[in-house]
């Protein structure tokens, strides 16, 4: 049953809020002015406030003020019999949810207390969605390899520095880029992906700046571009040593000026993203064949991460089986199978040229085609199949 708290100090309001609340089954407390408000906030998780503006003492502003501190994701309505606009636009600005007429209108009062409950529970399954989206791509493993990759973004996530991502495919190179975003100021801004290697050389331009509307044969609308789409947050171009060069100059223009225009167009849009990059290729390699531009390069790679293979922390490799089972039993609704240790000292001396790709299929297919326990035998039999 939601809970919902009533700060007013006039008791015939709050007995009148209190009785319409409690007949559509809401759990309903009072307080009779901010201070004790407050207080019960602290002591109590609540649904929706509501909560009037003028009060003698704590107004409902300053009420207001000080709850978003202690409880941000409540959402708060505010009622006042002396509202003006001004009145309402400061109480948003300060984080309301709602502004309410004295008296409020009952149909008015029973939307708002709804609209701000779907609210309340959209925030929490948020939450709980992004928790279980980090825990998905979380890093793990303790060898010395990964920890200096761990120490590495953990100084530069917090700045607004480029960084160019390197290593094998599989290794993991999209966790780093998405590990950077979750720990930096941008967090709460999108993470956009762009993989350069999928997307064709002649579209790759509007893909990452957008077009406009009948720039090109097929454009019968305008489009936003993922460098317009990430405004705000991060963009995290994945294969960028597999870009054409005109889309790299292009984007050498956009790190430069913080601008970037439209295919089809001739207006400067301003943008405020971060760039992360990521490649399996040797950069340098590339500018000397001069398929890669060595000022782009040097702009992008302010900081340099290499994520090693799988074959050189093969010590990480029990602790990534252990993920992994976990997490195939999630997708399949199963109990989590078991694995014996010799299975696992076997999958360590394996050649992990996919490196944790590989090994996550390689988990997957014991768990399809092993017992409840993974055995040494199973590991011989799947691991690599003839």
């Known amino acids: 049953m939601p809970k919902i708290l009533i700060i007013d100090d006039e008791r015939a309001i709050r007995s009148t809020l209190k009785e319409i ?10 307080a009779e002015d901010g201070q004790k408000g407050l207080q019960q906030l602290g002591k109590t998780k609540y649904d929706v406030v509501l909560c009037d503006i003028k ?9 207001l003020e000080k709850a978003m501190e202690l409880s941000p994701d409540t959402p708060f309505i505010m009622i006042s019999a002396h509202g003006t606009i001004d009145t309402a636009v400061e109480a948003t600005k300060k984080g309301a949810y709602d502004f309410l007429q004295k008296p409020p209108d009952l149909n008015r009062l029973l939307v708002s207390v709804r609209n701000a409950l779907d609210k309340s529970s959209l925030v929490t399954e948020t ?7 980090s825990k998905t791509y979380e890093m793990v493993g303790t060898s010395e390899a990964l920890g200096r990759v761990k120490q590495a973004i953990e100084k530069v996530a917090p700045t607004d520095a480029r960084v160019l991502i390197t290593g094998p495919n599989g290794s993991g190179k999209e966790l780093v880029a998405r590990a950077i975003h979750e720990h930096s100021n ?11 290697a999928a997307i064709p050389s002649e579209l790759i331009e509007s893909e990452l700046f957008g077009h406009e509307k009948g720039s090109f044969t097929s454009a019968v609308k305008q489009r936003i571009g993922k460098f317009e789409q990430a405004n705000g947050g991060t963009l995290f171009l994945d294969e960028v040593g597999d870009m054409s060069l005109s889309a790299q100059a292009k984007v050498l223009r956009a790190l430069q ?4 225009t439209r295919v089809g167009g001739d207006k400067d849009i301003q943008v405020d993203v971060r760039v992360l990059a990521a490649t399996n290729k040797n950069l340098l390699e590339e500018i000397e064949a001069k398929t890669f531009r060595e000022d782009l390069y040097h702009r992008l790679g302010v900081i340099l991460i290499h994520v090693p293979p799988l074959n050189e922390r093969r010590e990480d490799i029990p602790d990534l089986v252990q993920k992994f089972l976990q997490d195939i039993a999630n997708d399949y609704g199963n109990k ?3 694995i014996t240790n010799d299975a696992l000292e076997y999958l360590k001396t394996l050649d992990w040229r996919g490196n944790v790709r590989e090994l996550r299929n390689v988990v997957e297919r014991l768990v399809i085609m092993s017992g409840q326990e993974i055995t040494m035998e199973d590991a011989k039999a799947y691991a690599r199949p003839v």
């Open 257 to 260: 000026e913080h601008k970037i």
């Open 55 to 63: 009060m003698p003492g704590m107004d409902g502003i300053e009420v």
């Open 186 to 196: 941008r967090a709460n801004g999108p993470l956009i992906e762009v993989n350069c």
């Open 336 to 338: 989590p199978k078991s």
């Open 21 to 30: 609340l409690e007949f559509e089954n809401y759990n309903v407390d009072e």
């Open 127 to 133: 939450k709980i969605l992004k928790k279980k989206i």
